[in-house]
């Protein structure tokens, strides 16, 4: 079974500086690993995705993810946050492929951007 | 193309009553998910499906069926609703291609009093 561990319930960062969202996970197998973001009141959006490759992963809005396996981690940055980043990030992992291919999130984490 | 479609988007239930929560996807995918999203405790998994005819418990099934008889509908029922019960639905998709990548509903916000 995989499992996430979002180490901050709450984030609060000044508008143009930069933010590190952490997640760590566990796993007995191969994982693929996720970010999804959700603004007010909305569904989830995907953000990116680590499936294979290079362990830099660049998604939509500026932001990019490092999976690292020793660490068994995968963090989120961004160089430069602005207000409208202000949501909540969920990171996500699953195994892959057949019975494993359950999406487990962790409890995520809220970014409030602050002028 | 629609693509995940949650029914109703508000409910407010009795204790004890039933309901169900309606999914449909057009997008033929095969896999699909029922998550129930409680603040601070992030989105848990209750059932999922990897096609018609077949479903599986994920992390909190206590309290809830599904049924898979199409492609494209997952619905969720609600049997003897407890407040515990109140929360954010969120139904989600994908096609089990290599991809990876759910496609979520817009959500049912629940409420049991």
Redesign the interface.
Known sequence: AQSVT?LD?QVPVFEEAPVELRCNYSSSVSV?L?W?VQYPN?????LL?Y?SGSTLVKGINGFEAEFNKSQTSFHLRKPSVHISDTAEY?CAV?GR?GAT????????TLLAVQP | NAGVTQTPKFRILKIGQSMTLQCTQDMNHN?M?W?RQDP??????IY?S?GAGITDK??VPNGYNVSRSTTEDFPLRLELAAPSQTSVY?C?SFL?S?????T????SRLTVL
């Open positions: 979002q319930s693929y996720f999804y909305q569904g989830l959006q995907l995705k499936l969920f699953s492929g291919n359950k999406l487990i999130f962790g409890t995520g | 896999y998910y998550y601070g405790m992030g989105l848990k998994l999922y990897v994920g992390e969120f989600a089990d290599g991809a990876n990548v759910l979520f509903g817009a959500g």
